[in-house]
T-cell receptor
């Protein structure tokens, strides 16, 4: 176990809807990253938060947004869902001074 | 363009046999290379991490090698077990973007009894 949890485990939405995914990091981890992993592919970096501020972003549109809270939890919000948003969404946390990220089990999102 | 390519895409071996997975990267400037194991529907778990100056690192039956000159890495699994069935992902980070990891697509390994 990595000490990183995510909820919900699975989620089904329809096109155009909005979704919020949640992540609880290890205590003391002030950096959290979110990834999208399509079936059979490696994870793709969405963005990273450090001390509640976004400090890095991958090639994802603005309808992907996030929040990080002082209690080491974070959210990924996706607006106007598209079919291609169907994927496993992973969060990973770490301390800013280290290289090793600890991944959560992921949330499987299906968009119909 | 920073890229990580893995081969083979999938692999089937018999329990008890050894196997080697390959990773080639074009990430520059190079910071470190990680191998992760990802069980189906689960998050990746780190196996090894190597910096520029390290050319081999072991974690139990897993041994990773790194050739920074040719930008190649391998993961060797010895005496495979059924629980080794998973995807193995090679991940490289660039020195100037510590927050961004470049992931390979993974090798899907199936160990059969």
């Amino acid at each position: 176990e990595t000490g990183v949890t995510q909820s919900p485990t699975h989620l089904i939405k329809t096109r155009g809807q909005q979704v919020t995914l949640r992540c609880s990091s290890q205590s003391g981890h002030n950096t959290v990253s979110w990834y999208q992993q399509a079936l059979g592919q490696g994870p793709q970096f969405i963005f990273q938060y450090y001390r509640e501020e976004e400090n890095g972003r991958g090639n994802f549109p603005p309808r992907f947004s996030g929040l990080q809270f002082p209690n080491y939890s974070s959210e990924l919000n996706v607006n106007a869902l598209e079919l291609d948003d169907s994927a496993l969404y992973l969060c990973a946390s770490k301390q800013a001074s280290t290289d090793t990220q600890y991944f959560g089990p992921g949330t499987r999102l299906t968009v119909l | 363009k920073n890229q990580v390519e893995q081969s083979p895409q999938s692999l089937i071996i018999l329990e008890g046999k050894n196997c080697t997975l390959q990773c080639n990267y074009t990430v520059s400037p190079f910071s470190n290379l990680r191998w992760y194991k990802q069980d189906t529907g689960r998050g990746p778990v780190s196996l090894t991490i190597m910096t520029f100056s390290e050319n081999t690192k072991s974690n139990g039956r897993y041994t990773a090698t790194l050739d920074a000159d040719t930008k190649q890495s391998s993961l060797h699994i010895t005496a495979s077990q059924l629980s080794d069935s998973a995807s193995y992902i090679c991940v490289v980070s660039a020195k100037d973007s510590s927050y961004k990891l470049i992931f390979g697509s993974g090798t899907r390994l199936l160990v059969r009894p």
